[in-house]
């Protein structure tokens, strides 16, 4: 049976990541809903002033290099960069989820600044490379790198847009640093391509260098592209164009080959937010969220209750996952410390990569509330999270009394929303007990490929040992990890 595409390239995308040989490189495309305008729009003034029609020139590097020769400088043409990108724009979904993949290189021909905005947005550093003595010195403790080979907005003198720019880019007084780089991340990672046509100037402008920088011991890469728009009624668009597009695309794709490209095809642009989101979910899926707090620790009492969530950190950790937790109070510090045991007993010195601890602030921003911060604090949390398992979950009603916990239900909730599989110990009580019921009901709403109820059952037993239930959370994790 022949082998689904899309499956196969997250399968061996993920497996990238996960291994630390991922990365992305991004087009004008990427940035086009968020209101920048692509390779025509940037250069139509420059083509109207030439004479010429935007929307009849194939060689768009071609009409730049027109106009600086009947100029004798670039001028309008860094003065059109310096327009078109220095307008305010507002990040759009595909940045988001960009910047949430576990991906530490993303390469782009874009001049914008969108990129670097979503990783600071995400809480990362990252390190931007715009010229060569830039590619010198590194960042410390980035957890990104950006290269911007064709130049940067703040720069527009420098920006690569002509055909004399893309003939000189191998100079050692111009871009060779860059080409140098480049080929050590095309041999030693796989890319995905994103925001690229197969009419866009800088695709063949790239291929063209990956097939020069490495002949035929190419990796294997991926690219999106979209397919033609199928002619429909009264729309004005003829079948033969339509039927032109899609032969001149077979071609394209059969090209791609060459290069060792596997194109992926998408009817709309919102496919994009699409696969970056299965992305984002598969690999995720070894990034635990421990949720839950404990004023009270009835029904199984403090010491089993604190051991239970030690035990969960240390299996984490054993099971090669990581762990993310809000600390949660009486809760999230015992699940820590059962991971950091298992970290030191194995004598891991990455615990900065296996653990992702977010103490809740207690001051939010200006102009938002503490409960709106919270959230959007818990969104980020469990957005960088495959399952959520839930423990206890209640608090102190400020009378000496406990009360369920609110804020472990929105976890689930948004974990619910999120599409992320959450993994109640029903067995603890209190909001967790609550969560267990609400998933055992639709446990097929929840895990879609089945094989857990069995395991569900076992997390709702308060006479179950804490070995049975923590196996019970770990059969659930490996169930869904396939």
Same mark, same amino acid.
């Given at each position: 049976?022949?082998?689904?595409?899309?499956?196969?390239?997250?399968?061996?995308?993920?497996?990238?990541? /996960?291994?630390?040989?991922?990365?992305?490189?991004?087009g004008?495309?990427?940035?086009?809903?968020?209101?920048?305008?692509?390779?025509?729009?940037?250069?139509?003034?420059?083509?109207?002033?030439l004479?010429?029609?935007?929307?009849?020139?194939?060689?768009?590097?071609?009409?730049?290099?027109?106009? !600086?020769?009947?100029?004798?400088?670039?001028?309008?043409?860094?003065?059109?960069?310096?327009?078109?990108?220095?307008?305010?724009?507002?990040?759009?979904?595909?940045?988001?989820?960009?910047?949430?993949?576990?991906?530490?290189?993303?390469? $782009?021909?874009?001049?914008?600044?969108?990129?670097e905005?979503?990783?600071?947005?995400?809480?990362?550093?990252?390190?931007? #490379?715009?010229?060569?003595?830039?590619?010198?010195n590194? =960042?410390?403790?980035r957890?990104? +790198?950006?290269? #911007?080979?064709?130049?940067?907005?703040?720069?527009?003198?420098?920006?690569?847009?002509?055909?004399?720019?893309?003939? +000189?880019?191998?100079?050692?007084? #111009? =871009?060779?640093?860059?080409?140098?780089k480049?080929?050590?991340?095309?041999?030693?990672?796989?890319?995905?391509?994103?925001?690229?046509?197969?009419?866009?100037?800088?695709?063949?402008?790239?291929?063209?260098?990956?097939?020069?920088?490495?002949?035929?011991?190419?990796?294997?890469?991926?690219?999106?592209?979209?397919?033609?728009?199928?002619p429909?009624?009264?729309?004005?668009r003829?079948?033969?164009? %339509?039927? %032109?597009?899609?032969?001149?695309?077979?071609?394209?794709?059969?090209d791609?080959?060459? %290069?060792?490209? =596997?194109?992926?095809?998408?009817?709309?642009?919102?496919?994009? $937010?699409?696969?970056? @989101?299965?992305?984002?979910?598969?690999?995720?899926l070894?990034?635990?969220?421990?949720?839950?707090?404990?004023?009270?620790?009835?029904?199984? @009492?403090?010491?089993?209750? !604190?051991?239970?969530?030690?035990?969960?950190?240390?299996?984490?950790?054993?099971n090669?996952?990581?762990?993310?937790?809000?600390?949660?109070?009486?809760?999230?510090?015992?699940?820590v410390?059962?991971?950091?045991?298992?970290? %030191?007993?194995?004598?891991?010195?990455?615990?900065g990569?296996?653990?992702?601890?977010?103490?809740?602030?207690?001051?939010?921003?200006?102009?938002?509330s503490?409960?709106?911060?919270?959230?959007?604090?818990? !969104?980020?949390?469990?957005?960088?999270?495959?399952?959520?398992?839930?423990?206890?979950?209640?608090?102190?009603?400020?009378?000496?009394?406990?009360?369920?916990?609110?804020?472990?239900?929105?976890?689930?909730?948004?974990?619910?929303?999120?599409?992320?599989?959450?993994?109640p110990?029903?067995? $603890?009580? /209190?909001?967790?007990?609550?969560?267990?019921?609400?998933?055992?009901?639709?446990?097929?709403?929840f895990?879609?490929a089945?094989?857990?109820?069995?395991?569900? !059952? $076992?997390?709702?037993n308060?006479?179950?040992?804490? #070995?049975?239930?923590?196996?019970?959370?770990?059969?659930?994790?490996?169930?869904?990890?396939?």
């Amino acid at each position: 049976m022949a082998t689904d595409p899309l499956e196969s390239f997250y399968a061996n995308y993920v497996k990238a990541i /996960h291994a630390g040989h991922a990365a992305i490189f991004a087009g004008a495309g990427l940035s086009r809903s968020s209101g920048y305008v692509d390779w025509k729009g940037l250069l139509k003034g420059i083509a109207k002033d030439l004479g010429l029609d935007i929307d009849k020139e194939t060689d768009l590097i071609a009409v730049a290099q027109y106009h !600086e020769n009947k100029y004798g400088n670039r001028t309008e043409i860094n003065q059109a960069i310096i327009h078109e990108f220095m307008k305010d724009a507002v990040l759009n979904e595909n940045h988001y989820r960009i910047a949430n993949l576990p991906i530490a290189t993303v390469w $782009t021909t874009n001049y914008d600044t969108l990129i670097e905005q979503a990783y600071e947005a995400a809480r990362k550093k990252v390190d931007v #490379k715009i010229s060569p003595p830039n590619l010198v010195n590194q =960042r410390s403790g980035r957890a990104v +790198t950006v290269y #911007k080979m064709h130049g940067d907005v703040s720069q527009p003198h420098e920006a690569v847009i002509t055909k004399e720019d893309y003939e +000189t880019y191998d100079a050692p007084d #111009k =871009r060779q640093l860059f080409s140098i780089k480049l080929k050590g991340d095309l041999v030693d990672k796989s890319f995905l391509f994103l925001g690229f046509s197969f009419t866009d100037p800088n695709i063949d402008y790239i291929l063209g260098r990956i097939r020069g920088l490495l002949g035929k011991n190419q990796g294997i890469h991926y690219c999106v592209m979209r397919s033609p728009e199928k002619p429909k009624p009264f729309s004005g668009r003829k079948k033969a164009d %339509y039927e %032109y597009e899609k032969t001149k695309l077979d071609h394209r794709i059969a090209d791609l080959k060459r %290069y060792g490209i =596997r194109p992926l095809l998408i009817d709309e642009y919102s496919g994009v $937010t699409a696969i970056l @989101g299965e992305l984002n979910r598969r690999s995720h899926l070894n990034d635990v969220f421990v949720s839950g707090s404990a004023f009270a620790f009835d029904p199984l @009492g403090q010491s089993r209750l !604190e051991d239970l969530a030690r035990l969960i950190g240390r299996r984490v950790i054993e099971n090669d996952c990581n762990l993310v937790s809000g600390l949660g109070v009486g809760i999230g510090s015992f699940a820590v410390v059962g991971a950091l045991e298992a970290l %030191y007993s194995r004598h891991y010195e990455d615990q900065g990569d296996r653990l992702s601890l977010r103490p809740f602030p207690q001051r939010p921003p200006k102009g938002m509330s503490l409960p709106e911060f919270w959230r959007k604090y818990r !969104e980020e949390m469990i957005d960088k999270s495959g399952a959520c398992v839930f423990l206890a979950g209640n608090k102190d009603d400020g009378t000496g009394s406990p009360v369920e916990a609110g804020g472990v239900i929105e976890e689930f909730e948004i974990a619910a929303a999120m599409g992320k599989y959450p993994i109640p110990v029903g067995a $603890t009580g /209190h909001a967790a007990r609550k969560i267990w019921e609400i998933v055992s009901k639709d446990v097929k709403k929840f895990f879609p490929a089945g094989g857990v109820k069995s395991h569900f !059952e $076992t997390l709702g037993n308060e006479k179950k040992t804490n #070995k049975e239930l923590v196996d019970a959370v770990f059969a659930i994790l490996k169930q869904v990890n396939g």
